[in-house]
């Protein structure tokens, strides 16, 4: 069995990292050891960073009602207001995890990725000029030899282990359960957040009548978290938090989980990578997990292709990690810094306090709202004098008659570098680029409202590349994409259309 990637792990990160490989001529195998899609409830939310990029792939629609605003928390302490700019997607996506696999899983088959269920790696070897992957499938052993390998098998990942990829961890302080459980009084148990003296409660009723139910108790780690959960053992910790009986007929999904974290220290060995849970393991409060692993697709999809077709080199490459990796740490960092004012304690209470004063001082609360929607975002200079906008990543701008479409949003879904170029001052950076015509896509226009310069070089996944005022465009382009002489194999890999699939 041969291709130029394999994706091991077909979760919604590793299906979303196939989709756009394969979307990108890329040939492109996922191995995944589960026979179908769990429908164990997990991840349910996307946050602004992570809908947004997902919009400017064509992933979900980019023509939402623009500065829209939408309610979240800290540390479980209401009043948090995430914005987005006007003609942004919404900031909030609630969608079920699996419900995002299947779409990202239907994307990828579509664009001629083998999703291959049942196989499970057992050995992993890189080679000089590539991976060797041993598996177990339906059919017995196999050897599958590849070009790249990406590893999106979550926590307990096999790539990362079987590569040596050391990791720096915190162990478990807490103990918590989530599952779903029929409560047999709907109304013992209220909606939302409950915080008492022994631990917390978050539970919401779902469309059948069952109620989603997470726990979590500081008093220390489970002693055996190994055992499996019962239904007893969830009822019997949902009564003792609440401080009273909660009768329930049944609970199935039943997990533990932690306030364990990991960071990979690398999120690049040779040819191989690490996405999503594979590279970063954090407390999940604030719904940051899935968004992150989908950053994480999106950064590496676009980079690894045009490595497979000779467009890119080792810098990009390097680039993933020294992008993805800072912004793994924010996660894990900001999770633990909530977990702490989640414990019960005269301290944690005081500094509570403190923070829902601030919260209702400051209903946006600017710099906590764009740490968790990962707006705040800015990428490490890549040019040698980079301007003020390089590593920003460019707002939803709309475009005068005559661009080939609406908004940057619609421009992006073909997946290559946009060269924007405003109204006649735009036209002198065109001969600057002419090498790398055959890959970028380029953009004569007039002046767009908002645009603060006469020229934008933006990169597939939203951020800018290069504006005037640093480095020369040309440097700027050799830079990520090589002198130019494989910009016309690199282009023959761009997707043809951006077909977008949205969710409903």
Not at 121 to 126: D, L, S
Not at 245 to 250: F, K, L, N, R, T
Not at 399 to 423: I, S
Not at 424 to 430: I, L, V
Request: glycine share 14%; net charge neutral; hydrophobic share 40%.
């Amino acid at each position: 069995m041969r291709a130029q990637v394999a994706v091991v792990g077909g979760g919604p990160v590793g299906m979303l990292v196939a989709a756009e490989l394969a979307g990108y001529g890329v040939d492109t195998v996922v191995l995944e050891e589960r026979t179908e899609i769990s429908e164990r409830p997990k991840a349910t939310t996307l946050h602004a960073r992570a809908v947004q990029s997902l919009a400017r792939r064509g992933y979900l629609p980019g023509d939402a009602p623009g500065g829209t605003s939408a309610a979240f928390h800290f540390a479980g302490i209401h009043g948090l207001v995430i914005t987005v700019p006007e003609g942004e997607p919404e900031p909030i996506l609630k969608r079920p995890q699996a419900e995002l696999e299947r779409l990202f899983e239907a994307r990828a088959r579509a664009a001629g990725a083998r999703v291959l269920r049942g196989h499970r790696v057992t050995g992993i070897a890189q080679e000089p000029d590539g991976v060797r992957l041993d598996v177990e499938g339906p059919g017995g052993p196999a050897v599958c030899r590849v070009e790249y390998l990406v590893g999106a098998d979550g926590a307990r990942s096999t790539v990362r282990e079987r590569l040596g990829i050391a990791s720096d961890t915190a162990p478990a302080s807490v103990s918590a359960l989530v599952g779903l459980a029929t409560l047999e009084d709907p109304e013992a148990l209220e909606q939302g957040w409950l915080r008492t003296p022994r631990g917390w409660i978050v539970s919401r009723r779902t469309p059948g009548g069952e109620t989603h139910i997470r726990t979590l108790d500081c008093a220390g780690a489970y002693e055996g978290r190994e055992r499996p959960p019962t239904p007893r053992e969830l009822q019997g910790e949902v009564s003792r938090i609440a401080g009273r009986d909660i009768a329930m007929s049944g609970a199935r999904w039943i997990t533990r989980f932690s306030d364990f974290a990991r960071l990979a220290r690398t999120f690049r060995a040779g040819r191989a990578f690490l996405v999503g849970d594979a590279a970063h393991v954090h407390f999940p409060i604030g719904g940051q997990g899935l968004s992150s692993g989908v950053l994480d697709a999106l950064n590496l999809g676009w980079k690894l292709a045009l490595a497979v077709r000779g467009a890119a080199g080792e810098r990009l490459l390097d680039s993933y990690d020294l992008e993805r990796r800072p912004a793994a740490r924010a996660v894990v960092d900001n999770t633990r810094a909530q977990l702490a004012l989640m414990r019960p304690g005269d301290e944690a209470d005081a500094l509570r306090g403190l923070f829902a004063g601030l919260l209702a001082a400051d209903q946006y609360a600017g710099a906590l709202a764009d740490m968790i929607s990962r707006q705040g975002t800015v990428l490490p200079a890549y040019t040698e004098r980079p301007s003020p906008w390089e590593g920003r990543f460019l707002p939803n701008l709309r475009l005068p008659a005559g661009a080939g479409a609406d908004d940057l949003v619609t421009l992006l879904r073909d997946g290559r570098p946009l060269l924007l170029l405003f109204g006649e001052e735009g036209t002198r950076h065109e001969e600057e680029a002419r090498p790398w015509a055959p890959l970028l896509r380029v953009v004569r226009t007039g002046r767009a409202p908002g645009a603060a310069h006469d020229a934008l070089l933006v990169r597939p996944d939203g951020y800018v590349a290069w504006s005037p005022g640093g480095s020369a465009l040309g440097g700027a382009l050799s830079a990520y994409f090589g002198d130019g002489a494989c910009a016309p194999a690199a282009a023959a890999a761009a997707p043809g259309g951006g077909r977008g699939i949205r969710l409903s």
